[in-house]
């Protein structure tokens, strides 16, 4: 399915829409907005409809733009007017659930996490790994991260609990054969198949067995304790060492949940991570203190959504309908209507509900896990949606429509600057090809001609500079004088010149063996930054004589996609695969960038007075300051003090305090001459210190 861009110029005028003054009521309730063909786009709840409403449509230019999409998409809307905000809250939950609205925030799986589940609806219960969609009547505990573990942690328990475990066909076989099973033989099934016990006695086993995974697992243990007891002493010995047995397997099963608070803490955990475009969620469920499961979540974020609202969204979609709503939830952010909230929580859980952030303590600590846990699960998340050939494809062809281009764009090169307040100016390039990232070729560049905070410069000087290095590869290879030529009238050569001309057009050097750096042009140049960087790199391309590169820049606030010269934007999907791809791209040039300003900060901030000390290496610099802790107390030396260090004599240390106090140490090389952008001149071929460079 193609993409197709929107401009802003193509766009419907959502005040055509607009309800009429006054016909909005100032009450709480839900409202729907529906394109031309009546399908619902978005749903939303308001304490005060007329206000949220209003807010749509009075500054259309300062909304974002993700919402501005909405608003042109929707042709009309309508609204309900409801009594509470806890009624807001449940019809805005059943419309998203019936409507489906596609700019509303929805949580998908991130995968299929398998659940213990006891199936309490049936005559005999059993005990089972489940997966899917859950069904009433059934128990579950979970979810866990892996089913062996679940497997394992039954395995234990199903000495102490013996509850059935097969599949309803195997049931029924054995009753007709009137025997049980190999696990009723090992005494690790009651055998209620062959009516060992009654289906009151197998119940009974079922629940206890849900009480320990619930979290009663003291009163169990101490049970089969006074029982080892009372079997010792009444010279059971077998029947003892057997309890005996019962209790370490319990104490194993524990040790598969870890302990991480209070025995009588039962709550939920719930942190985020979050980009422009997605969030992903992790829970991770402690009963009885115990993390007793996890599961996670990846939302689309369609719409403009702080944390408070995905918390919001997370809390409805999750608990509207569950059975196993906690007494405490641990949340990164408050949900903006929170008395609501936590009334709707506590009618669903039929109990009181308490929803908190974390400030300290181990709570906070293990609130920090999980978030570390849903950062995790969003990189693992992206990495997946890189990886995979079809999206890839698609997120190419996406691109190659929205911008027209001739071709899809193999190679991508995008390029952004990274300073603080104009000092240390860096750029970075970094480069894709066919969506995936080749960091072999990424290059850093130290911005040369441009003083202070100019991006609009800085992106002119390195896309020249990067381009015209192009050029002179491809120049010294002769790629420039085949380009455009038939190669049915080319000259016919022999077999040494067409090997020479081949290995002229391979990506390795024959000379140095190493790869071209700058040798293969892009399909597509990106720039970080809006029209003026834009128009800059464009520049830089037509300078050059290059006309067959595209260009455009995304703008990071708005996510904006600008061509030369357009003085409309193209705006991609928000959830289409190509945006996903040009903000990966966007991404990586960044953080290459600040990755290499630090660096580079790094590397000024540790110079020292004493690089400026003639005769002075490396190691001399690390023996004075190792002698004299620091540098202001070397500074504090007398030159005697400073002739102690190994390796320094009189005369060095004369010319070391002499330096450091200001004096002109002798044979102290005069200061360089300004160097220009070019070199030349008295100063040319020295460093900002005067070196040889």
């Not at 009663?216 to 309890?243: N, P, V």
Request: with cysteine.
């Amino acid at each position: 399915m193609s993409v197709r861009p929107t401009r802003l110029s193509d766009v419907a005028d959502p005040a055509t829409y607009r309800p009429a003054p006054g016909s909005i009521p100032d009450s709480p309730g839900v409202y729907r907005f529906r394109d031309e063909h009546g399908r619902v786009v978005y749903v939303g709840k308001a304490k005060n409809l007329r206000s949220r409403l209003n807010s749509y449509f009075t500054d259309f230019a300062g909304l974002h733009p993700r919402t501005q999409t909405m608003l042109r998409t929707a042709a009309r809307v309508d609204w309900t007017v409801v009594g509470t905000e806890v009624e807001a809250l449940q019809l805005e939950y059943s419309w998203i659930k019936e409507f489906d609205p596609r700019f509303n925030v929805r949580y998908r799986d991130d995968k299929s996490y398998p659940y213990l589940a006891v199936t309490l609806d049936e005559e005999y219960p059993r005990v089972m790994v489940m997966r899917g969609a859950k069904r009433k009547g059934v128990r579950y505990f979970g979810p866990y991260s892996h089913a062996w573990a679940i497997r394992e942690t039954v395995d234990q328990l199903l000495r102490v609990f013996p509850v059935r475990t097969c599949r309803p066909g195997v049931f029924k076989r054995q009753r007709q054969l009137d025997r049980p099973c190999l696990l009723g033989y090992i005494g690790k099934c009651s055998a209620p198949c062959v009516r060992r016990v009654t289906a009151e006695e197998h119940r009974l086993l079922a629940e206890d067995f849900c009480a320990f995974m619930a979290g009663e697992t003291g009163r169990f243990i101490k049970r089969l304790e006074r029982d080892m007891r009372e079997a010792a002493s009444a010279q059971e010995y077998e029947r003892a060492a057997r309890l005996r047995d019962d209790i370490r397997a319990l104490e194993r099963a524990l040790e598969k949940q870890t302990v991480v608070l209070a025995d009588s803490v039962d709550c939920d955990m719930i942190a985020f991570a979050e980009d422009e475009l997605e969030a992903a969620v992790q829970v991770f469920y402690v009963r009885g203190g115990r993390i007793r499961g996890r599961r996670g979540w990846v939302v689309d974020k369609v719409d403009a959504v702080t944390t408070a609202d995905l918390v919001e969204h997370f809390l409805i979609q999750v608990y509207g309908e569950s059975e196993s709503v906690p007494r405490e939830v641990l949340l990164p952010a408050l949900p903006p209507d929170v008395d609501a909230m936590t009334e709707l929580l506590g009618e669903q859980r039929g109990g009181p509900v308490r929803l908190r952030v974390p400030q300290r303590g181990d709570r906070k600590a293990l609130l920090d896990t999980v978030a570390r846990n849903a950062t995790e699960a969003l990189k693992q998340h992206k990495t997946r949606r890189a990886s995979d050939l079809t999206t890839r494809s698609r997120a190419l062809r996406e691109i190659q429509e929205a911008l027209e281009l001739p071709e899809a764009p193999l190679r991508v090169e995008c390029y952004d600057v990274s300073n603080l307040q104009g000092s240390n100016v860096v750029a970075s390039m970094v480069v894709f090809e066919d969506g995936l990232a080749r960091k072999s070729e990424y290059r850093r560049f130290s911005i040369k001609a441009v003083e202070g905070q100019d991006d609009v410069r800085s992106i002119h000087e390195v896309v020249t500079r990067r381009f015209r290095r192009y050029l002179a590869e491809s120049e010294k290879y002769g790629e420039l004088d085949s380009l455009g030529d038939d190669p049915g009238e080319a000259p016919e050569a022999g077999a040494g010149d067409a090997a020479a001309e081949a290995a002229a057009h391979q990506p390795i050097d024959p000379e140095t063996g190493k790869p071209r750096k700058f040798a293969y042009p892009p399909n597509l140049v990106i720039v970080d930054g809006g029209p003026p960087q834009v128009a800059a790199a464009q520049r830089a391309l037509d300078e050059l004589g290059i006309d067959d590169i595209a260009v455009c820049g995304i703008a990071k606030r708005l996510e904006e996609i600008w061509l030369p010269g357009d003085p409309d934007p193209v705006i991609l999907p928000r959830n289409s695969e190509g945006m996903f791809l040009v903000q990966r791209v966007r991404d990586e040039a960044h953080r290459f960038a600040i990755t290499f300003h630090r660096q580079r900060r790094s590397k000024a901030m540790t110079v020292s007075e004493l690089d400026d000390v003639p005769g002075l290496g490396p190691a001399r610099r690390s023996a004075l300051l190792k002698h004299f802790g620091s540098l202001k107390r070397l500074k504090e030396a007398t030159p005697e003090q400073i002739a102690e260090v190994p390796g320094i004599g009189p005369r060095g240390a004369e010319r070391i305090a002499a330096a450091l106090h200001g004096g002109a140490a002798p044979g102290a090389p005069a200061p360089a001459a300004p160097v220009g952008e070019e070199g030349g001149g008295a100063g040319a071929g020295r460093d900002h210190r005067g070196r040889p460079s």
